[in-house]
Nanobody, 132 residues
Framework: DVQLQASGGGLVQTGGSLMLSCSVS????????VAWFRQAPGKEREGVGC????????FYTDSVKGRFTISTDNAKNTVYLQMNDLKPEDTANYSC?????????????????????????WGQGTQVTVSS
């Protein structure tokens, strides 16, 4: 059974840091691309960053480049999103997602993208609130 569960959200002041975790089961991170998305009230879901299988070739949306970092721990089946220098505009519900419909991607060079429709497995989100 495929599951993704995000955690680690909370309230932080501007300039602070948080690390989100996404625990996955039913698939392995060395074979499938994963991503973080966020959605603020009244706004569309936005891609934050993604990595290919085994955490390769990370890609970030422009607004978080240099501040956010995605990493994966295959042994723990966990994807992390380290968020530094947080800004009020980062306030949103953050969720993780994976692309499973293409099958395992072992050994393939993968450059991920942040197109919502590409991702077929989603976890429940965790709220991040950045106070000014």
């Amino acid at each position: 059974d495929v599951q993704l569960q995000a955690s680690g959200g909370g309230l932080v002041q501007t300039g602070g840091s948080l690390m989100l975790s996404c625990s996955v089961s039913g698939f392995t991170l060395d074979a499938y691309p994963v991503a973080w998305f966020r959605q603020a009230p009244g706004k569309e879901r936005e891609g934050v960053g993604c990595v290919g299988p085994d955490g390769a070739n990370p890609f970030y949306t422009d607004s978080v480049k240099g501040r956010f970092t995605i990493s994966t721990d295959n042994a723990k089946n966990t994807v992390y999103l380290q968020m530094n220098d947080l800004k009020p505009e980062d306030t949103a519900n953050y969720s993780c997602a994976a692309i499973l419909w293409m099958g395992p991607q072992h050994g393939k060079i993968w450059y991920c993208a942040l197109r919502v429709s590409t991702y077929d497995r989603w976890g429940q989100g965790t709220q991040v609130t950045v106070s000014s």
